[in-house]
């Protein structure tokens, strides 16, 4: 079930504290501001590759620090581990590094014991450095629920190099991710007269036009100053959007999927960037099919030949999910379709059956392009779920 983050325009969380765009050699100053015994937070690969050069900052400045995995997962059962670690040490300051698992359950365990909080983003793949909010998954990755945090983190710190050091698909993914700020925005508070949820909206849209201008010089340039551009349209405006506009301008559609999806172990190779990107193209294929929207046909006809500018899945194969049964399809959609679901921030009802037919149609052409892009060989698929037949491997 999930924990909806509060949505009231009374108690806003729009930006950390303080964000310093440096290298992590030059944070020392402003982590030490915060605490003499912080507790390093990241996945394993992470701490053991770059917990060195973070620890060397902390020994200038004097901080006993100590290092804790949140292996297996962002999840209940890592969290207790890590309050436990948080007891032994006597710690006072949480850093968390990496991506954006580690960030998050790095923000709900600094929430919860009632420290301060750094993020360290590894990799510009989400906002999650930024924003007052956590996902919890199960131990097997399976999306379970969001958290509703009563503060973004105490200090950002955005090192370009080491950003850079990621591999170019995290960006891609983050990329996918901060998109759906504008086309989910758009849906659920387009019609808003709340001047900040207004200036969410409008901050989503120019989000999007940099990411359509800038997206594809900045892949090809890494560490130019059109890739930075990028990288702060990923990791800090997108968190802007979310921080104004709280929760009724973070997700609806295209995060509904991405979670449905998580409860497929084969869609566990795949970034949540790029399962909220395919969300998207989910979301404009809903539009059209259960309500004749040919501006979210056509939106969607222009997302896909961004997508293939940039490497964005299109499709369940894209995903690594073409082989997948009508069964998980099915569960998938299910989950997506949940009473507590982000799907229902749409302005109509959509069944599960009606999102599996739209979940394999991403690809379908709208009016006068057939010749732009070849049909997709799910395209027949579509009608065959929407009349409850099994298309995709039994």
Same mark, same amino acid.
């Given at each position: 079930? @999930?924990?909806?983050?509060?949505?009231? +325009?009374l108690?806003?969380n729009?930006?950390? @504290?303080?964000?310093?765009?440096?290298?992590?050699?030059?944070?020392?100053?402003?982590i030490?501001?915060?605490?003499?015994? *912080?507790?390093?937070?990241?996945?394993q690969?992470?701490?053991?590759? /770059?917990?060195?050069? %973070?620890?060397?900052?902390?020994?200038?400045?004097?901080?006993?620090?100590?290092?804790?995995?949140?292996?297996?997962?962002?999840?209940?059962?890592?969290l207790?581990?890590?309050s436990?670690?948080?007891?032994?040490?006597?710690?006072d !300051?949480?850093?968390?590094?990496?991506?954006?698992?580690?960030?998050d359950?790095?923000?709900? !365990?600094?929430?919860q014991?009632?420290?301060?909080?750094?993020?360290?983003?590894?990799?510009?793949?989400?906002?999650?450095?930024?924003?007052?909010?956590?996902?919890?998954?199960?131990?097997?990755?399976?999306?379970l629920?969001?958290?509703?945090?009563?503060?973004? *983190?105490d200090?950002?710190?955005l090192?370009?190099? $080491?950003?850079?050091?990621?591999?170019?698909?995290t960006?891609?993914?983050?990329i996918?991710?901060? %998109?759906?700020?504008?086309?989910?925005?758009?849906?659920?508070?387009?019609?808003?007269?709340?001047?900040?949820?207004?200036?969410?909206?409008?901050?989503?849209?120019?989000?999007?036009?940099?990411?359509?201008?800038?997206?594809?010089?900045?892949?090809?340039? *890494?560490?130019?100053?059109?890739?930075?551009?990028?990288?702060?349209? @990923?990791? /800090?405006? =997108?968190?802007?959007?979310?921080?104004?506009?709280?929760?009724?301008?973070? @997700?609806?559609?295209?995060?509904?999927?991405?979670?449905?999806?998580?409860?497929?172990?084969?869609?566990?190779?795949?970034?949540?960037? &790029?399962?909220?990107?395919?969300?998207?193209?989910?979301?404009?294929r809903?539009?059209?099919?259960?309500?004749?929207?040919?501006l979210?046909?056509?939106?969607?006809?222009? %997302? $896909?030949?961004?997508?293939?500018?940039?490497? +964005?899945?299109?499709?369940l194969?894209d !995903?690594?999910?073409?082989?997948?049964?009508?069964?998980? %399809?099915?569960?998938?959609?299910?989950?997506?379709?949940?009473?507590?679901?982000?799907?229902?921030?749409?302005?109509?009802?959509?069944? *599960?059956?009606?999102?599996? =037919?739209?979940?394999?149609?991403?690809?379908?052409?709208? &009016?006068?392009?057939?010749? &732009?892009?070849? /049909?997709?060989?799910?395209?027949?698929?579509?009608?065959?779920?929407?009349?409850g037949?099994?298309?995709?491997?039994?």
């Amino acid at each position: 079930m @999930t924990k909806q983050a509060p949505t009231s +325009l009374l108690s806003l969380n729009v930006a950390p @504290t303080q964000v310093v765009r440096c290298s992590l050699e030059d944070s020392g100053n402003a982590i030490a501001r915060l605490g003499n015994r *912080p507790l390093i937070v990241g996945g394993q690969h992470t701490l053991a590759t /770059l917990a060195s050069s %973070l620890e060397s900052v902390l020994e200038q400045h004097q901080l006993s620090y100590e290092c804790a995995s949140y292996s297996p997962d962002c999840s209940e059962k890592s969290l207790a581990k890590l309050s436990e670690a948080v007891a032994a040490h006597q710690s006072d !300051l949480i850093i968390g590094i990496g991506g954006g698992k580690a960030l998050d359950i790095a923000k709900i !365990l600094a929430h919860q014991c009632q420290l301060p909080v750094v993020t360290v983003p590894t990799s510009a793949a989400t906002c999650a450095a930024w924003t007052a909010l956590s996902n919890i998954y199960s131990d097997q990755g399976a999306f379970l629920y969001d958290v509703g945090l009563d503060r973004c *983190p105490d200090l950002l710190v955005l090192d370009y190099s $080491l950003i850079q050091t990621a591999p170019q698909r995290t960006l891609v993914a983050g990329i996918g991710d901060a %998109l759906a700020k504008w086309y989910e925005a758009s849906v659920s508070s387009g019609s808003a007269t709340d001047t900040l949820i207004i200036a969410a909206v409008q901050q989503a849209r120019v989000l999007r036009d940099i990411l359509f201008q800038k997206s594809v010089d900045a892949l090809t340039q *890494p560490g130019s100053e059109v890739w930075r551009e990028v990288v702060d349209a @990923t990791v /800090l405006l =997108a968190g802007v959007i979310g921080g104004l506009g709280g929760a009724r301008c973070r @997700t609806v559609a295209a995060h509904a999927v991405h979670n449905g999806l998580t409860h497929i172990p084969a869609a566990h190779d795949s970034l949540h960037g &790029e399962k909220v990107a395919y969300g998207i193209l989910v979301q404009l294929r809903l539009e059209q099919m259960l309500q004749g929207n040919q501006l979210a046909a056509s939106a969607r006809q222009q %997302l $896909l030949k961004f997508y293939g500018e940039l490497g +964005l899945p299109q499709t369940l194969q894209d !995903l690594g999910l073409g082989s997948i049964t009508l069964a998980q %399809l099915q569960k998938a959609a299910e989950i997506a379709c949940g009473e507590n679901s982000d799907i229902h921030r749409l302005p109509f009802k959509v069944l *599960p059956e009606q999102l599996m =037919a739209a979940m394999v149609s991403t690809r379908v052409l709208v &009016e006068g392009s057939r010749k &732009e892009l070849s /049909l997709p060989a799910v395209e027949g698929c579509s009608r065959s779920v929407a009349k409850g037949q099994g298309c995709l491997s039994e």
